[in-house]
């Protein structure tokens, strides 16, 4: 859990935007974020919109 983002409000925002969207939980990485594997997952992110 983000003691300072609270999931849930990453999850309110996400069912509230009409795009395209997906969400990563890293349960245990608390602020941090997803780290090293998150930072693949935004690299394969770039790289299917630019080439």
């Known amino acids: 859990m983000d003691p300072i983002c609270p999931p849930s409000t990453c999850?309110?925002?996400c069912h509230?935007?009409?795009g395209n969207k997906s969400v990563e939980v890293y349960?245990?990485?608390s602020h941090e974020g997803g780290g090293h594997p998150h930072?693949?997952?935004q690299l394969d992110f770039v790289r299917e919109r630019i080439g």
């Open 11 to 13: 999850f309110t925002a």
């Open 39 to 41: 930072q693949r997952l």
């Open 16 to 18: 509230h935007h009409a």
């Open 27 to 29: 349960p245990f990485n």
